[in-house]
Nanobody, 127 residues
Framework: EVQLVESGGGLVQAGGSLRLSCAAS????????IGWFRQAPGREREGVSC????????YYADSVKGRFTISTDNANNMVYLQMNSLKPEDTAVYHC????????????????????WGPGAQVTVSS
């Protein structure tokens, strides 16, 4: 059974940083695209970032390019999202996502309805 559990959310001032972690179990990173999407009240779901270890390819939404970095610890099945220069518009619930249908996420991005996703971590950025 695939399980994804996020941690590391919180409240931060604009310009600050947070690192989200996702503990993944029941899957191999070799077979899945792993990433993050976010959902804020009144706004559309947005695919934020993903990575596929088969080619080390990554994807970032235009809204986070240059500020967010995705990484993995393959030995421990962990995925991280380092978020720097945070803005109030980054406020959302961030969900870790995994999908076996995405072969190269640098091309396909983050599915808005991925195969699996976690319960989410709240990130709040104050102005």
């Amino acid at each position: 059974e695939v399980q994804l559990v996020e941690s590391g959310g919180g409240l931060v001032q604009a310009g600050g940083s947070l690192r989200l972690s996702c503990a993944a179990s029941g899957l191999s990173f070799d077979d899945y695209s792993i990433g993050w999407f976010r959902q804020a009240p009144g706004r559309e779901r947005e695919g934020v970032s993903c990575i596929t270890t088969r080619d080390n390819g990554t994807y970032y939404a235009d809204s986070v390019k240059g500020r967010f970095t995705i990484s993995t610890d393959n030995a421990n099945n962990m995925v991280y999202l380092q978020m720097n220069s945070l803005k109030p518009e980054d406020t959302a619930v961030y969900h870790c996502a995994a999908d076996s249908r995405v072969y190269y996420c640098s091309v396909a991005g983050v599915p808005l309805i991925p195969g699996y996703w976690g319960p989410g971590a709240q990130v709040t950025v104050s102005s």
